[in-house]
């Protein structure tokens, strides 16, 4: 079997294809905010460095968040594009499950004025913590697990994409027109509609 994987919801883009399990081709590096310059070009290294077409491909596993809201589209209309004209199924995957695939706690990612994106996990992915938009507490699981800064310890996420892949291989795919970016709080054009909508 050959898989794509895709994760373009945080700062650390990570591509990968996977062939028999086994991983063939893998770019895993923090790019900052320029995800939509990078993925094309990557995918197209990701496909000429593993001999395939992205008509191979036996099933797309895509990250569809939460975190950066452009970063997320990014990934999710690549994805989508290929699912649907390719006929390929689609699993969606979490990014905080992502985060904590190589180091069990909480994955965080930070939204800002004391928020964040919060989800605990196991070291069998299990997650015991929903993935949440919350106040940052003291009572998570720890470690805590993240790309971004706080002031308090975090470790950086080892993404295992191959644990990954045998947690999820079995899911039932999911029709790519009604898969969605999980963003698990309303963009700031939202939340500026309707707090404008309640006065």
């Known amino acids: 079997m050959k898989y794509l994987f895709i994760d373009s919801a945080t700062t650390n883009l990570v591509v990968a294809i996977i062939k028999d399990g086994k991983i063939s081709y893998i770019y895993n590096k923090n790019e900052g905010h320029d995800t ?6 990557i995918l197209a290294e990701a496909f000429s460095s593993s001999c395939l077409a992205p008509k191979d ?4 596993f895509v990250v569809t968040g939460p975190g950066s809201f452009t970063g997320i589209r990014v990934g999710l209309t690549v994805a989508k594009t290929m699912a649907y004209a390719l006929n390929i199924p689609i ?3 979490s990014s905080l499950e992502v985060m904590a695939s190589g180091l069990p706690g909480t994955a965080l990612i930070n939204a800002r004025r004391g928020y964040v994106f919060a989800g605990s996990y ?10 949440s938009y919350m106040f940052m507490s003291d009572s998570l699981e720890k470690p805590y697990i993240s790309y971004d800064n706080f ?4 470790e950086k996420p080892i993404v295992d994409v191959l644990k990954i892949i045998k947690k999820h291989e079995n899911d039932l795919a999911v029709n790519p027109h009604t898969l969605k970016p999980n963003y698990l709080k309303l963009t700031e054009a939202e939340e500026r509609f309707y707090d404008k909508a309640d006065r």
């Open 57 to 60: 491909i036996d099933k797309i």
């Open 122 to 131: 196991d070291k069998n992915l299990n997650n015991i913590y929903p993935d």
């Open 151 to 154: 002031d308090f310890t975090v």
């Open 91 to 93: 699993v969606p995957i």
């Open 36 to 41: 939509s310059g990078k993925m094309m070009p």
